[in-house]
């Protein structure tokens, strides 16, 4: 019986994971169309083509790494290997092609990441909008986030002088000129990822924690937006995986295996940058298609029910009366806030207005569609406010009869 080679299994890893993070985009560009509309895509909508773009040609690199350079590159050799590769040998031409692939592949990595990260600032950014104090808080995120990414920029440019000994074979260039395993590059991006990671989530989970939310539901936003967690021990994982390998010891050794820090296996770069990313791109894209699979939940849910809920939120200035003239006015202006999904889709869907008191600035709100069915009580200040409108019809010899009632 034949088996599979880790080549083979890896390429089918790299493709599988790649059409996973297709159908991930693609509901969530479903759920934004279905709930916005395509005119009401925002800016991390079109940030999040370009990361899609940027995954798309990492996983290539990959690839090629495995499949057309035999996982080799300008690393895993003695000095006297080094001198007697012939520079015209086929393994020669693969460990320069290996390396060349290798920092094109590690750019795109480090760019899909902060791609991910500005997608996240933008989302909050629409989350919070008008909360106190948290304008200033983004924007802290915005110089963070662009400083280490041009931090890491410029450690991959220039940690090894001139450029092209980062794919130079004899003699040997060093550690920081042999991109696949280059201590100082993979130590650095792992850091600058990790603390940013840290700076992205103390924004919504300090917010979500003081929201007047139900338990439950606030335990749902805290394990969604704490996706970066698992983000990082990714990335501390890939670093690991590339800076260490498994070596054996001698038979008197009671451990049968050593770990050494260096001159590793290649390939190890490909293997977890791929992996890592795509972790992030599910994680970013999580709070998009959760309400998505929600709505439906709630839809079949209520097919066996007698009557239609709708909960929707509303500002405290501007809750409807029950007059029906400015019910519908009100019903416009709400259509015409940002982020409102349309009338139709109002039964699946829900949003709440975090109301704060005076000499806050103005409202903001919760995304719509991460928590239905909530009632909450008013407050003076940062409390949510859901009004719940129940909607019966009743039959009758001459038609069907809709009365509405607000709560």
Known sequence: MSTTSPEQKFISEVWGLQGTAYVVVALRYYSRFTVLGWRCLAWDDILMLLAIMAYTAESVMAYLVVAHWKGLANNAMTDEQRAALDPQSLEWGLRVNGSKTHVCGLLLYTTLLWLLKACWLLYYSRLAYGVYNTRRVIHGGIVITAGSYV?????????CVPFDHQWQINPSPGNHCMPAISTIQTVFVMVMNTLSDFYLMAIPLPLIWRSNLPLRKKLILLVMFSGGFLEMAFGILRCVSILTVGVPRPPSSPHPLAFKLGDTDPSQSGY?????????????????????????????RSVTGTKSVTTRGYKLNSMPSRANGNYRRQQQQQQQAPYSGPNNDGAWDSKEQIIHGRGHGPESSIEAGTLSD??????PSDHIVVTTEFTIIEPSPRGSRTSSRET
């Open 272 to 300: 977890w940058s791929v992996r890592e990313s795509f972790v992030c791109i599910v994680l970013t894209n999580l709070p998009m298609v959760y309400p998505l699979f929600k709505r439906f939940i709630d839809k079949g």
């Open 374 to 379: 909530m009632s909450a009580e008013p407050a």
């Open 151 to 159: 931090a890491c920029l410029l450690v991959a440019l220039f940690k």
